[in-house]
């Protein structure tokens, strides 16, 4: 066999294998269209499903919008009211509620400037009750020093000594300790003085030597104190059960004229002025 022979056997096995190729290319061409197809008609499906609901939606819409018109139509024919009036009325609502917006905030902020208001009220009051409770501290201090400054003196009828006042003020720390009653007077000579549950009456004055004489009526009886000095307890009985009475005179005003205290024990009657 010749060379020319072989020559078409070579070119007829390239041919095969280029039409082995493009068949192989083919089928995967045909496979992916295939494929792209059956992914496209999916894709067809569901858009016009989509396009389905969307018009079923519009229809709904436009059915619930004819149904609305409707409903307005017969509430206006009802009412005698039209189209312009319903919104002239919902217009008139809107504003209301916007003003009762408007109207509600400025009540918060109104409350709340009160509330600050009453807050710093109760500040003040705070502080005012703690200058009170200073100012009672500093009473209740004085008056301690005050009580225990008080005299002691003697008195003329039991031998016993008696805390007497000297002045008004002694006679306030006097009464804070509870235990005794008093009764201030001012006596003119002449005059004849209710004083507690007793009577007193200035007989004699004599300012140069700080004496005066008394005369104390209790019990139907009439007790004399003569030639007595300032700051003296004058001692007496009186009443049902005997208790002690004290008359202290602490100021001669004039030669007419005297002030003091008359002291009895709380257990003691009290005269109905004083109930």
């Not at 494929?35 to 819409?61: I, P, V």
């Not at 004819?66 to 206006?76: H, I, K, M, N």
Request: one cysteine or more; aromatic letters at 4%; hydrophobic letters at 35%.
């Amino acid at each position: 066999m010749s060379e020319t022979d072989e020559t078409p056997r070579t070119y007829s096995g390239a041919f095969f294998a280029a039409v082995v190729i493009a068949l192989l290319a083919a089928v995967g061409g045909l496979i992916w269209c295939a494929t792209l197809g059956s992914r496209l008609g999916t894709q067809q499906t569901e858009l016009t499903e989509a396009r389905q609901q969307n018009a079923k939606m519009a229809a709904d819409l436009r059915e619930t919008e004819a149904r609305l018109q409707v409903a307005t139509d017969e509430l206006s024919k009802e009412n005698g009211i039209t189209q312009k009036e319903l919104d002239q009325r919902a217009q008139a609502i809107l504003q209301r509620e916007q003003a009762d917006s408007q109207r509600l905030e400025s009540e918060q902020k109104q409350t709340a400037q009160q509330v600050s208001s009453v807050s710093n009220q109760v500040s003040t009051v705070q502080t005012d009750v703690g200058g009170v409770k200073t100012d009672l501290t500093k009473t209740q201090s004085d008056l301690a020093t005050t009580i225990s400054q008080l005299e002691s003196v003697r008195g003329d009828l039991n031998g016993t000594n008696s805390i007497i006042a000297r002045n008004h003020e002694e006679l306030v720390a006097l009464e804070h300790r509870g235990d005794r009653n008093f009764y201030e007077f001012t006596l003119t000579k002449g005059q004849r003085k209710p004083v507690g549950t007793v009577s007193l009456e200035l007989k004699k004055v004599d300012p140069k030597k700080n004496i005066f004489t008394i005369v104390v009526y209790s019990d139907d009886k009439a007790v004399p104190k003569v030639n007595r000095g300032l700051d003296e307890p004058m001692q007496f009985y009186s009443g049902k059960d005997p208790v002690l009475f004290e008359v202290v005179v602490n100021t001669i005003n004039s030669k007419a004229q005297v002030s003091g205290y008359l002291s009895v024990p709380k257990t003691a009657p009290v005269p109905p002025t004083a109930q």
